[in-house]
C-alpha cells in the first residue's frame, strides 16, 4: 500500500500537470459515474488527505480517488506511449492540451460535492504531511486504545494519516520495540519520539523516489549519506540488521483480511514476536 509520501508526491505532479488548465478530455471509466463530463472545466488544484487524493474543479465538484493496494496516477505528454498497464486497467483519463494524467486500477474514485469532502476524508487523524498536523492530538490517537498492538494502531488512519506497511516497520525499528508491542505497554517517551519521527521521515521522503530511512541511501552523496541500505528492517528478512547483526525476520500482522508484512528485528526490538 503506498505510503503518505508517496501519494503526497502523486498530487504534486497531477497539480503541475493539471492545476490551472481547463480540461479537454475527460473520462470515468466506473460504471457509476461513466456519463460524468468534466471537460471545459479548469482544475483548480490536487489536494493529498492522508492516502486520498482530492481533484477539485471549478463548479464546486472533487474528483476523489484513492490508490489502496497497487493503484496509481501517470502523467504523459502529447504523443507518449501510456505505460502504466493495460487500457482495460484504466479507470480515469483527465486531459488538457499540454498533459494527460491517466489513473490505473484505481478501487476508489468517485465524484462528489466538493461541500462534502468530508464525507470521504473527514474520518482521518491529523496529516503527517498536511496542514492540519498536530503531534499531540496524533500521540493521543495513537494512546488511546492501550491493549492495540503498536503496528496495529500506527496503520489506523484515524489515528494518524499517512503511515503504510514501510513506516511501520521502520518505526517499530527505530523505537526498539515490536509491532505487536501493545501500546499501553511504550516504554516513558517513546510514543512522543515516535510521533514526531514519523513526522520527520514522510517530511524527509516526501520529494525522493528512493524512499530512505536510514542516514544511507544507495549512491547517496552529502553529510551524513552514505552508499548503503535505504531501510533498516523493512524488505530485509534474512539479512543482518544494521545495528546489531541479528537476521531480520517477518510475518504478517492484523486480522488476516489483508496481508500485512512486517519486519523487525528479533534482538533489537523487545516486545511480543509475529
Same mark, same amino acid.
Given at each position: 500500500m503506498p505510503e503518505g509520501d508517496t501519494v503526497w508526491h502523486t498530487a504534486q505532479r497531477l497539480h503541475t500537470a493539471l492545476a490551472g488548465q481547463y480540461l479537454t478530455r475527460s473520462d470515468l471509466r466506473v460504471p457509476r459515474f461513466a456519463t460524468a463530463d468534466l471537460t471545459g472545466r479548469t482544475v483548480l488544484d490536487v489536494t493529498p488527505r492522508g492516502k486520498h487524493l482530492l481533484t477539485r474543479f471549478e463548479g464546486g465538484l472533487t474528483l476523489h480517488s484513492h490508490l489502496r493496494m497497487d493503484g496509481s496516477w501517470q502523467v504523459y505528454g502529447p504523443g507518449e506511449r501510456w505505460r502504466g498497464g493495460p487500457a482495460h486497467q484504466i479507470r480515469a483519463i483527465l486531459g488538457n492540451e499540454a498533459r494527460t494524467a491517466v489513473g490505473y486500477r484505481l478501487p476508489v474514485l468517485e465524484l462528489i460535492h466538493t461541500a462534502d469532502e468530508a464525507k470521504v476524508v473527514g474520518h482521518l487523524g491529523p496529516d503527517l504531511l498536511g496542514p492540519d498536523w498536530d503531534a499531540d492530538i496524533a500521540l493521543a490517537n495513537l494512546l488511546a486504545d492501550r491493549a492495540r498492538p503498536l503496528g496495529e494502531a500506527l496503520l489506523d488512519q484515524r489515528n494518524l494519516a499517512g503511515i503504510g506497511n514501510v513506516y511501520k516497520s521502520e518505526l517499530a525499528f527505530l523505537a526498539r520495540v515490536t509491532p505487536w508491542l501493545p501500546v499501553g505497554e511504550l516504554p516513558a517517551d517513546t510514543g512522543e519520539r515516535l510521533v514526531v519521527t514519523a513526522h520527520r521521515l514522510l517530511e524527509a521522503n516526501k520529494d525522493r523516489f528512493?524512499?530512505?530511512?536510514? +542516514?544511507? +541511501? $544507495? =549512491? +547517496?552523496?552529502?553529510?551524513? !549519506? !552514505? $552508499? =548503503?541500505?535505504?531501510?533498516?528492517?523493512?524488505?530485509?528478512?534474512?539479512?543482518? %540488521?544494521?545495528? %546489531?547483526?541479528?537476521?531480520i525476520r517477518k510475518a504478517d500482522q492484523g486480522d488476516g483480511s489483508r496481508e500485512r508484512p512486517t519486519y523487525w528485528c528479533p534482538r533489537c526490538q523487545s516486545g511480543p514476536a509475529g
Open positions: 528512493d524512499r530512505h530511512t536510514t +542516514a544511507t +541511501a $544507495p =549512491g +547517496a552523496t552529502g553529510a551524513g !549519506r !552514505r $552508499p =548503503g541500505p535505504r531501510l533498516h528492517v523493512y524488505g530485509r528478512e534474512g539479512q543482518p %540488521c544494521l545495528r %546489531c547483526g541479528t537476521p
